[in-house]
């Protein structure tokens, strides 16, 4: 059963989790168990068929991450990796929005799961993405903007905002409360945000290109800035050719200098140079939502949407599936099946610290923080 019919048929709201998911030695060094696959029954890699029968050498602990005061799960989608090696996370206040609340979103966790910091309260309407730079400051999505029917929403989203360790606002993309029209700098539901190691800027701009009445008009699109947040260049837009996006929804750069990105709506990644041209694309890893690429170039892909009964994906599960971008291979397939997920989570976000830990942020289902470990 998939997770979006769990939701249905129990009429659970749209919180969340975040998984941790570790391995000694880290995954690309565990060896399956039992015998090895025929190559007649190999994976097909086109991604015309599902991989959901891949190994899964790691398993699940409840209760791994604790909010404080008492505080509830929301709905998260953002983790990355501080340069220290602990982890940030997004949670939407409690719910599934931050609108009217004055809770911190952004947290920061220590290897026991206790929140060492927290702050970002009043600023966002959706967080979603999430990024840690080169030196520590964090940088925030805003994935929706304003509605009529609610003032609390006023003169908020569509930008993109870099905050420092401690919390202190540093930089906006676009303006607050403004949607763009997918020219220039002005951004219109970003999802994700990636930086260069010579400080360029990249943000997958327009999170509707996905849904089934979008049209060509939708944004879809990648945006370049400076450092200094001085619009450089815009590439792609809505469709399904190569270099088009239907919802870019996930980003990050490659040990070989190249943007990854997770075109959530056209259910592949694909790989762009940091001029916005197109190298090539991967559809073995289904439906990507997140994705985190260590510097041997293994990645993690959370699929936070894919399901047997559903039209967007159907016959593939959500999990996070494992691989590297040098082959292509896809080898492991974690579904966090824990408790609190007996049938697996939907991990929208993925991490993965120094040691091997993989961390999952679970977008919908409730329950509490789920650590896995070998």
């Known amino acids: 059963m998939s997770w979006r019919r769990v939701r249905d048929v129990l009429g659970v709201p749209a919180l969340a989790a975040l998984l941790l998911f570790a391995v000694a030695c880290g995954g690309a060094d565990v060896e399956p168990a039992g015998e090895e696959t025929p190559a007649d029954m190999a994976p097909v890699l086109d991604g015309s068929v599902p991989i959901n029968d891949l190994p899964n050498p790691y398993s699940s602990i409840d209760g ?29 206040c409690g719910g599934n929005s931050c609108a009217g609340s004055d809770l911190d979103p952004i947290l920061k966790f220590d290897a026991d799961g206790n929140v060492t910091a927290a702050f970002g309260g009043g600023l966002f309407l959706f967080p979603h993405g999430l990024h840690v730079d080169r030196d520590g400051n964090v940088w925030v999505t805003d994935a929706q903007g304003p509605r009529e029917d609610n003032p609390d929403t006023a003169g908020k989203g569509h930008v993109v905002i870099k905050l420092s360790p401690e919390g202190e606002v540093l930089l906006t993309l676009g303006e607050p409360g403004v949607a763009g029209d997918g020219t220039g700098g002005l951004l219109n539901l970003p999802c994700d945000v990636v ?53 870019p929804h996930a980003l990050d750069i490659d040990s070989r200098g190249r943007l990854v990105v997770g075109d959530r ?14 190298i090539e694309q991967f559809k073995q890893y289904s439906r990507p939502s997140g994705i985190y690429i260590q510097d041997d170039d293994t990645i993690f892909v959370a699929d936070s949407e894919s399901a047997f009964d559903d039209e967007r994906n159907p016959g593939w599960t959500p999990a996070i599936r494992v691989g590297n971008l040098r082959e292509g291979s896809i080898d492991y397939l974690i579904d966090g099946t824990v408790e609190a997920y007996p049938d697996g989570s939907n991990p929208e976000g993925v991490a993965v610290d120094p040691q091997g830990n993989v961390y999952g942020a679970v977008v919908s289902g409730g329950g509490a923080l789920v650590r896995s470990s070998k």
Not at 70 to 92: N, Q
Not at 269 to 277: E, H, R, S, T
Request: glycine share 16%; proline share 4%; net charge negative.
């Open 265 to 278: 709506g056209n259910n592949r990644l694909q790989v762009l140079d940091l001029d916005g041209n197109f």
């Open 195 to 247: 930086t260069a190691e010579n400080g360029d800027i990249f943000v997958g701009d327009g999170h509707s290109g996905q849904n089934p009445n979008a049209t060509p008009e939708a944004v879809s699109r990648i945006v370049k800035f400076d450092s200094e947040g001085t619009f450089l260049a815009s590439f792609g837009h809505w469709g399904a050719g190569l270099g088009e996006f239907k919802t």
């Open 64 to 92: 791994w991450g604790k909010l404080p005061d008492g505080r509830e799960w929301g709905s998260t989608a953002g983790v990355d990796i501080d340069p220290d090696g602990s982890l940030w996370a997004i949670d939407r």
